[in-house]
């Protein structure tokens, strides 16, 4: 609690201060992150940053509603005032005493491999990482123009305390490298961008992870200029193992976020028990993988992380839920209670959100069985509409099917569909499920670190935009 | 704003006593509140008060940014010695430097110079927010015909910024921006099929503020919906609503700031001066119209902005030039962004929505992107829309799950339309749109 420069006997009146109104539940989420960024443009890392922030948010429920108050200060009196404010979701006057005893959890997850802590080292020693992408980049090719590389790391310092009595702690590890490239070639100008992010310690800006940059980043470039729009319409479309797991994300994620469903909106919210998709299928979302940008020891309510079965065997078996969704539905909250800071109140958002590989055979096998249709491997973005279940995602790189071969590369489509069609239109799941490490972040209200991964899987349609 | 001043003074100050030898230090602080229904009951209430201080800082022909919001004495001093310790071990660029006082803004005195607050906004007591919340919530309130009302999220939101900008040469500038904003979003449930619908509304005085259409207009936009479904794919007209138009606008922006002609990024690399699009497209800067949402007299950093033409009769008239890029690219420096952009009215002023469905005749009229992206360096996009099929100028089906695909130079090139309808609650003025010989996949 010296971090905060709190006691246990002010923690304690905070949350009675919150649930002086009548509130049924009150917690407190402080946070000190500091964050670092290092740029290579132009060859020369010649730009940087160090930011700072520090604060503690306090939530008071009444039933489901929300009462939320801020403060960049922990001084008693500050936070006196932001238990006040949020109490005033309430409107009664009780009172209350607060948690008689402080309970300290530990977690049983241990999310964050770390040797070396981001905040001791200095950040010199990442420049000849970032040169090395560089150089490598362009010794490979020799249409490459422009190259940006950007390291950044958070570590986050989190302590949480509830009505309950509980005291979390989390110490939160966050590492990113994305490089932008830009390529010429006869007068055409086509960039590409790649990232890895993980939950570790600075030991992640090692050679391995140049390699892997700097491949991803060669890969498909003489694709990228031979690139064409393909014929628009209804077709078949093949999604490549990894980064396709943008479809689970839009297209269920989403929906079977428990707030969405609690209200009413979710085209899934009538759906719990009912099979959405083919028997063998298995959708995950999963606070728990070592190392994945979406994990977490716990959540920002301050339930542990937890691997959480959306769909088993094809039916709808799990919402993903915070404390409030969790209490309305009469079940277990499952760790999904995440927030951007301590700016926000926590909502249910996803983690490493995944289908579990299944048994159709390959990626090639699901290719050889398309007479028609598109083969989609990198993607940028996507979007939901979530009564309508409408989803999208921008394809940045594929191929065209013809009589179950890949022939004419295309990029810059976007793809359309509806969730639970798309979902039931799932006719083949290949065993090769990958995790893709990218800096995915998803922009619900806040902005959060998660992950996707998928297997290849066939979508026997989907509408594909084109001329 | 006393205090704020005196803050990034000794801001200033402590990180010249580090070793900065340059030094430009923006404070932001912002108050806002907001209280949330749903389903006509009050569903949050929040009070946010932030403030936090950023730093450009130079030192030995480096740089580096900066940012804190632990803002007492001891903290700030250890934060700087750290921040000028990483700048000093950055590669030197010679580019980086603070803006030249003659660019600078020397207008920004009080920060009220554009008329952005609400003499009332401190008397807004916790009531009276629930109150214009509760009233503007329509759950249970409207006639229901052939669908079902399922859920109603509304929020009314009321905020004040703050900026103050002071460098080490003497910049000084304030603003302070008040907002008031009600959103509201509706699923509507109509044989067995959910639809949705949005609509807000924002101003700079409370009184300014439109709460209570909005619902009922998203009502009416998610009913609009019932029964869409895609069409055939097809080359045709598109026009845009104005409330979603800048979809089609912001790339061309985004492709002018020189931090991605300088990368060669952009579609609009090696255009200024050129005419580019067609003659019907002229983008006009209009940053300083009082009591607009946006105004602002400076940009962040501190340099004055300008009314001026960014597109003239499809010709690039300026690229987004800040001082770090001008010496890069060896050209004038400009602003940094447009402040406040307006897409002109062409062929003539005054048309509206109903006039330009009416001189296209048919094609399909956009009232919703659903995701899509484009690609910066080639102009070409690919987006979701949703919104309906006209004939004859009138709305004949309503449309969704479909997508529209091309390149932005193209499309502009094939502008047949801009209203004169664009809403003066949003940043950018965009009007309705008409573009012919589009596809669209269904």
Known sequence: MDRFGINGTQLRALVAEGLGRGGSWCDLYFEDTVYCDLLLRDSEVSSGGYHQDYGCGIRVLAGEKTGYAYSESTDFTSLIQAARAASAIASGEVSVSGPAAIRQLSSPNDCYPQISDWRQTEASSFVPMLKRIEEDIRRADTRVHKVMAMLSWSVSEVMMFNSLGELTRDSRPLGSVSVSTVFKSGGRIENKRVSRSFRCGAEMAADSLVDQLVSSTLKGVDEMFEAKRPKGGSMSVVMGAGASGILLHEAMGHAFEADFNRKGQSVFADKMGRRICAKGINIIDDGTIRGNRGSCNYDDEGVPGQKTYMVTDGVLTSFLHDRISASYFGTAPTGNGRRESFRYNPIPRMRATYMESGTDGSVEDLIAGVSKGVYVDQFANGQVKIGEGDFTFYVKSGFLIENGRLTMPVKDINIIGNGPQALADITAVASDLIIDDSTWTCGKEQSVPVSCGMPSVLVKRLTVGGE | ?442
């Open chain 2, 1 to 442: 704003m006393e205090d704020s001043i005196r803050l990034v003074q000794d801001a200033i100050g402590y990180a010249l006593e580090a070793g900065a030898r340059k030094v430009r230090v923006t404070l932001n602080r912002s108050v806002e509140n907001l209280v949330a229904t749903l389903n006509g009951e009050i569903d949050k209430v929040t009070h946010c008060e932030d403030r936090s201080l950023s730093f450009a800082i130079f030192a030995d022909g480096r740089y580096g940014s900066f940012s804190t919001d632990k803002l007492d004495t001891r903290s700030l001093k250890t934060f700087l010695e750290k921040a000028v310790g990483i700048v000093k071990m950055m590669a030197p660029d010679e580019c980086r430097n603070l803006p030249s006082p003659e660019r600078c803004c020397t207008s920004a005195t009080t920060g009220n110079e554009l008329d952005l607050t609400d003499a009332t906004f401190e008397d807004i007591s916790p009531e009276m927010r629930r109150r214009i919340a509760l009233d503007a919530a329509i759950f249970g309130k409207v006639g229901e015909e052939g669908f079902k009302l399922i859920s109603e999220e509304g929020e009314y939101s009321d905020s004040r910024y703050q900026t103050v900008i002071m460098d080490s040469q003497g910049l000084k500038c304030l603003h302070t921006e008040d907002n008031f904003d009600y959103g509201v979003e509706v699923t509507i449930e109509a044989d067995g099929d959910k639809y949705s619908g949005w609509w807000w509304n924002s101003s700079s005085r409370l009184l300014g503020l439109n709460a209570a259409e909005c619902g009922r207009e998203a009502v009416r936009r998610a009913a609009s919906q019932i029964g869409s479904s895609p069409i055939k794919s097809v080359r045709t007209n598109m026009v845009i609503d104005s409330d979603v138009a800048s979809k089609v606008v912001s790339p061309i922006l985004n492709a002018l700031n020189a931090y991605s002609i300088q990368q060669n990024n952009s579609f609009l690399n090696d255009s200024l001066g050129k005419a580019i699009f067609g003659e019907g497209l002229t983008i006009i800067d209009l940053p300083h119209i009082p009591g607009q949402t946006c105004s602002k007299l400076f940009d962040s950093e501190g340099v004055a902005t300008y009314e001026a033409p960014i597109i003239e009769k499809g010709v690039v008239r300026q690229y987004f030039v800040n001082s770090y890029m001008s010496a890069k690219l060896g050209i004038a420096p400009t602003v940094e962004d447009a402040t406040r952009p307006k897409v002109m009215p062409w062929p003539e002023k005054g048309l509206t929505r109903q006039d330009i469905l009416a001189r296209c005749s048919e094609g399909i009229l956009v009232t919703e992107f659903n995701g899509g992206n484009s690609n910066s360096s080639t102009g070409d996009f690919s987006y979701g829309v949703e919104g309906f099929e006209f004939r004859n100028g009138r709305i004949v089906r309503p449309v969704s799950g479909m997508l529209v695909t091309g390149n932005f130079i193209t499309l502009w090139n094939r502008l047949i339309a801009a209203g004169d309808d664009a809403r003066p609650c949003m940043s950018k003025l965009i009007p309705t749109l008409a573009f012919a010989d589009v596809d669209f996949s269904g």
